[in-house]
């Protein structure tokens, strides 16, 4: 039979399973859009920007059990979407990234946006892929998505060039998709040592990551015979659930949250599943990790990187975890539950809180009274998608997350701009839950315009906007040290014009009193499958435990003569402005 290679790339994306494509036609990619077109399993997503598409995509990967798959032409296509394609790549989340290419069958050079896109794609994904014949298409293809969803996932880029797309070769019998068998694990004897390190262990502690978000009732499991207290990684603020009370919050050193701190101040054995120990993970590595650490990951390259393992075990964290919790059961007893620990971990959150209540302004919304009314109004395996900003700490720190992933947000790539596009993601994927964004404004203003892309497909996605006028995490991190803010200050912005232009509802939120009634009508609407934009006056006055213990464990870093330099310009601007 004589087939095109767009057909033949569609055939493959139906074997793996996916489920939408995202991106935007051009000429390059009108046969594939084509082909797509007649598929009754893949659903065309098309946006208002590449960098919009390559977030979405994100957002399936991470959700669902289908993966997120772009389809953009060479060159500009690939530079918009960039951003997301290099979150994915950072994070850990599968994602296909398909674009169209030059003819190779013409000899012709400087052809139409013809660049190096595998130099270009081969720092943000895992592997990359160019089609030379029809019959390579669909191996291809099966491999790609290997390769994507094997080991630690990530992104892998094809190149389909447009002749390949758009003529037809004759082709024999088409290979059917087979899934690779899990490997086995080889690590035995490391999982006994494991379990005999936390049977001596007076104090253990648990840091679980987005590596284990598939392993929340292991590590439940994990966490109640050892009466262990639980950290997690910002990424993995949903793999153990925040109303558990052996939970502590996000992180665990100088800029963790009271409750993490203290329960983790003596720790003498750690066990770390689904973690690198990154930079925002560890308050930028301010965090005390004892000698007896046992890290788990998928990834074997991020053992002993930042923080030396006494044991590694390399896999999958719900079978490594199965495996653990299995041998500390065969070799009792359990350990007796500390309820002076849990009456601890419980009151340091209260404490906590009530700092934050005690905050409470005129004419201002105090986040601790949002996010208790947002969690009352919100299904606990409500999706809330995060952006990259200061309301990114805010809502690690004050939002109870009780359901596995139910939190998704940018991480180690850190790029502002992902949470209006990838909110969008999240409800494709899960179409049953509800989606709300947590957004600044600074962030809302890169990629608002997906918004349209929500309307159009009669998404009933919520958006909070922290409106503040500021670029407000960067702008504390500045004022601290420096005691101003340079280029944070942006530009007014007219919120209820952007609900205008993109088919939005819109509802502002001034004050504390506001809070409850506008967030209820705001799932009203969303209810009727409209999106809804929400512009909250927030007050960010008071700094996150992050924010404080981040710049701190940076400034003492320093060599003595540049903190004198710091505390003596910091005082001279203090005193004359």
């Excluded at 447009?162 to 004897?189: M, Y």
């Excluded at 308050?283 to 590694?312: C, E, K, M, Q, T």
């Excluded at 390399?314 to 849990?342: C, K, S």
């Amino acid at each position: 039979m004589k087939r095109t290679g767009a057909w033949l790339t569609v055939y493959a994306l139906e074997q793996i399973g996916a489920r939408f494509t995202f991106g935007i036609p051009g000429v390059h990619t009108t046969e594939l859009y084509d082909a797509l077109n007649n598929s009754n399993r893949i659903t065309q997503v098309l946006v208002t920007h590449e960098g919009g598409a390559s977030f979405m995509a994100d957002a399936v990967g991470r959700l669902s059990d289908s993966i997120g798959v772009l389809t953009v032409v060479p060159a500009a296509g690939l530079t918009h979407a960039a951003s997301g394609i290099g979150e994915a790549f950072l994070d850990g989340v599968p994602m296909l990234v398909l674009s169209g290419g030059p003819r190779t069958d013409t000899g012709h050079r400087y052809q139409l946006h013809q660049m190096d896109t595998h130099k270009f794609m081969s720092g943000l994904t895992k592997a990359t892929f160019r089609v030379t014949r029809h019959d390579e298409v669909v191996p291809m293809l099966f491999e790609a998505y290997r390769i994507a969803t094997s080991g630690e996932p990530g992104p892998v880029f094809v190149e389909l060039p447009v002749n390949i797309l758009l003529l037809t070769e004759e082709i024999g019998e088409l290979p059917q998709f087979q899934s690779a068998p899990a490997p086995r694990l080889k690590d035995g004897a490391e999982i006994a040592r494991a379990g005999e390190l936390l049977a001596g262990a007076r104090h253990p502690c648990i840091f679980a990551g987005w590596g284990a978000r598939d392993a929340t009732e292991e590590l439940i499991r994990l966490a109640e015979w050892l009466d262990a207290p639980v950290a997690t990684t910002l990424q993995g603020l949903s793999v153990f659930p925040a109303n558990h009370p052996l939970h502590v919050g996000f992180g665990f050193g100088a800029s963790a949250v009271p409750a993490a701190q203290n329960a983790f101040r003596n720790c003498d054995c750690m066990v770390a599943i689904g973690t690198r120990f990154s930079e925002i993970a560890t308050g930028s590595y301010g965090a005390d990790v004892p000698a007896d650490l046992i890290h788990i990951d998928v990834n074997p390259d991020v053992f002993n990187a930042n923080f030396p393992a006494r044991v590694a075990i390399a896999g999958d964290a719900r079978r490594v975890l199965t495996l653990l919790v299995n041998e500390l059961e065969a070799t009792p007893p359990r350990r007796v539950a500390n309820d002076a620990l849990r009456e601890q971990i419980k009151r340091d959150k209260a404490v906590y809180r009530e700092s934050w209540y005690r905050h409470d302004a005129r004419d201002i919304v105090n986040p601790v009274r949002f996010f208790d009314e947002l969690r009352r109004q919100m299904p606990d395996n409500g999706i809330i998608a995060i952006d990259d900003g200061n309301h990114t700490f805010l809502t690690a720190e004050l939002m109870p997350i009780h359901a596995p992933k139910s939190v998704i947000l940018p991480t180690d790539f850190n790029c502002m701009g992902y949470a209006v596009p990838a909110a969008i993601g999240a409800k494709l994927a899960c179409p049953d839950r509800t989606v709300q964004a947590i957004v600044g404004d600074g962030a809302f203003m890169m990629t608002f315009m997906e918004i349209l892309t929500a309307a159009t497909n009669n998404l009933g996605v919520v958006y909070y906007v922290f409106n503040d006028g500021e670029l407000a995490q960067i702008g504390q991190a500045q004022a601290i040290p420096y005691g101003r803010r340079p280029c944070t200050q942006i530009g007014r912005l007219n919120i209820e014009g952007v609900a205008l232009a993109t088919g939005a509802a819109y509802l502002p939120m001034n004050d504390n009193a506001e809070i409850a009634g506008v967030i209820s009508k705001a799932n009203e609407i969303a209810a009727g499958r409209r999106p809804a934009i929400v512009g909250i006056r927030i007050d960010y006055s008071k700094k996150t435990a992050f924010t404080l213990g981040a710049v701190k464990t940076n400034f003492g870093r320093f060599p003595l003569s540049e903190k004198l330099r710091f505390l003596t310009r910091a005082a001279v601007r203090h005193v004359v402005g």
